[in-house]
């Protein structure tokens, strides 16, 4: 499926960010990068993009864009950029001639809203547009919006200075081919805007309505909606299966790196490496023995934790996630578990705790092994039976980094062992039988 998105506007209001709306940065990339991979993540491969003030410099960047990404994207200058945008989409008039995506370069949008409404089935001379009906929605600047008036399912009225509406444009529109003549019709009524075009076709009934249902857009299209941009970004990298430690430290304290590390051209997998490297030289201290090295190496291991968290976090903000990089960093977790616990029981060793800090030592580091082994499949099964969003409970890694954080700065190394060693082989149990009730269940007498 192609899709068409429009990025001639002018953007006067985010100027102290460059000279380019489109090229505006929003956490490491520019607003079109973003719609684009988003879009693209969706299952969508063939891009146009129409292009008007300081035209040249967008298309020289989408040229580049495209090459590395290795993206179709053919840009269409429109010369009459500073009247409506409908102008814009009538520029790919004689380009698309089939059923096609329009979105606008400066509208984020979780991506499964487009996933599902690329889906959907239209009327060959009608329209879908992405409607919230969240009218209280913080995110939505009221003055600026284009309203949208629903009923059943058709779209009766839309614009920005409506008076009766129940619902939001989020600019995501599945249309056919027939919004172009739509268009033009509007612009013998000297109405240029695409709102115009709509109207066209809600008088026909041939507009329909797709309920976002409550999911994240925004319309980037001042300072304050790229703050909040920004913020709803890094709040979506919120895992299910964050444990408690991860959802009240770590992911806050990570949120924060991130947000740094994405202007950078650091990688995914070389912050996975940092990582490794920090628990591996807290596992070192550890073997040295004494208080202070068994502080700098507690204080390294949880540390080493919340950088952890970084590299998902990079990957994902930047379209950068590969199965590679997920399988690389869980292996270097695992490297990272048995050297903390290893060192760790080192400590305790040569604290003359003899033979029973070993069998300790070892219970912890295979209980560890066994915990990452079956997270997989817990976690797996268990984001099938809970809705999206949803916590469940859970004992891994983030647990287990922190108790020995705690308990290295409270000089209580053996306690750190042994807790972890009966945390985690029993947190192992209780998996075996929350699945075994889950993908074993008993018959019914």
Not at 99 to 125: G, P, Q, T
Not at 154 to 183: H, M, Q, R, V, W
Not at 198 to 204: F, Q, T
Not at 392 to 405: K, S, V
Request: net charge positive; glycine share 8%; aromatic share 10%.
């Amino acid at each position: 499926m192609k899709c068409l998105i429009i990025a001639a506007g002018q953007g006067s209001r985010l100027s102290m960010r460059g000279d380019s709306k489109p090229l505006t940065p929003l956490l490491g990339l520019s607003l079109i990068e973003r719609v684009i991979l988003t879009a693209e993540r969706s299952g969508i491969t063939d891009f146009y993009v129409v292009t008007g003030y300081n035209g040249e410099k967008v298309i020289t960047f989408l040229n580049k864009f495209s090459q590395s990404r290795n993206i179709s994207v053919t840009c269409i200058v429109n010369e009459r950029w500073r009247e409506g945008n409908g102008l814009s989409v009538l520029k790919a008039k004689d380009i698309i001639k089939e059923n096609f995506i329009l979105l606008m370069c400066d509208h984020i949008f979780d991506e499964s809203i487009l996933l599902e409404l690329k889906d959907k089935r239209i009327e060959d001379d009608g329209i879908m547009l992405a409607v919230d009906y969240n009218l209280r929605s913080k995110e939505v600047d009221v003055q600026d919006a284009t309203k949208v008036l629903v009923k059943d399912g058709k779209i009766l009225n839309i614009g920005k200075n409506i008076e009766e509406y129940n619902a939001y444009d989020t600019g995501i529109f599945l249309c056919s081919p027939a919004i172009f003549e739509a268009i033009e019709k509007s612009l013998n009524e000297n109405d240029s805007s695409l709102s115009g075009g709509v109207k066209i076709l809600a008088e026909k009934r041939k507009a329909e309505a797709f309920d976002i249902e409550g999911r994240f857009w925004i319309d980037v299209d001042d300072e304050r909606a790229l703050k909040r941009a920004e913020r709803k970004l890094l709040a979506s990298l919120k895992k299910d299966s964050d444990g408690p430690v991860s959802r009240c430290l770590n992911r806050p304290l990570s949120n924060r790196i991130t947000r740094y590390l994405v202007k950078t051209n650091i990688k995914p997998n070389h912050i996975s490496l940092f990582s490794f490297i920090l628990s591996a030289l807290g596992a070192l201290f550890f073997f040295f023995g004494g208080y202070i090295n068994l502080l700098i190496g507690g204080i390294l291991a949880q540390i080493s934790s919340i950088v952890d968290g970084c590299d998902g976090e990079v990957a994902r903000l930047k379209f950068q996630t590969t199965e590679f990089g997920g399988w690389f960093d869980a292996v270097l977790d695992r490297y990272a578990d048995a050297f903390l616990l290893f060192g760790l029981t080192c400590h305790v060793y040569f604290m003359d705790k003899g033979f029973l800090s070993l069998f300790i030592g070892f219970l912890a580091i295979i209980g560890t092994l066994i915990n990452s082994y079956t997270a997989d499949k817990y976690d797996g099964m268990m984001k099938k039976k809970l809705k999206p969003g949803k916590h469940y409970f859970r004992m891994g890694r983030d647990i287990r980094m922190f108790i020995i954080f705690i308990l290295a700065v409270l000089n209580l190394p053996f306690l750190a062992i042994l807790l972890v060693a009966f945390l985690m082989n029993v947190e192992n149990i209780r998996r075996v039988l929350v699945l075994s009730n889950i993908l074993n269940p008993s018959p019914i007498p």
